[in-house]
Nanobody, 121 residues
Framework: QVQVMESGGGLVQSGESLRLSCAASGTIFDIPVVGWYRQAPGKQRELVARLINGGPTTYGDSVQGRFTISRDNAKNTAYLQMNTVKPEDTAVYSC???????????????WGKGTLVTVSS
């Protein structure tokens, strides 16, 4: 079983910065993909950023140039650096970890419960 926990959310003012963390624990052979998603009240969940090991990094159009996704493989932890935040960035931010959980490259997607980011104007 793999557990995913986000942290770092809170209340920030428009224009400020915030860093979210996503820690994965459990029986993990590899993590080929990590992603950050968000869901604002009354809206559908949307992709914020996705990082593929050895592959492309993808950002949502609304955060391109302001947010940066990164990871520390040794710690099984991913980060989302959020700069120049805007009120429209207010949402619950969730982390998705695609983890290889067996020696035959069996993998599953695991989600955290999310962390709330509120940006005041």
């Amino acid at each position: 079983q793999v557990q995913v926990m986000e942290s770092g959310g809170g209340l920030v003012q428009s224009g400020e910065s915030l860093r979210l963390s996503c820690a994965a624990s459990g029986t993990i052979f590899d993590i080929p993909v990590v992603g950050w998603y968000r869901q604002a009240p009354g809206k559908q969940r949307e992709l914020v950023a996705r990082l593929i090991n050895g592959g492309p990094t993808t950002y949502g159009d609304s955060v391109q140039g302001r947010f940066t996704i990164s990871r520390d493989n040794a710690k099984n932890t991913a980060y989302l650096q959020m700069n120049t935040v805007k009120p429209e960035d207010t949402a619950v931010y969730s982390c998705m970890v695609r983890a290889v959980i067996g020696p035959k490259n069996d993998f599953l997607d695991f989600w955290g419960k999310g962390t709330l980011v509120t940006v005041s104007s």
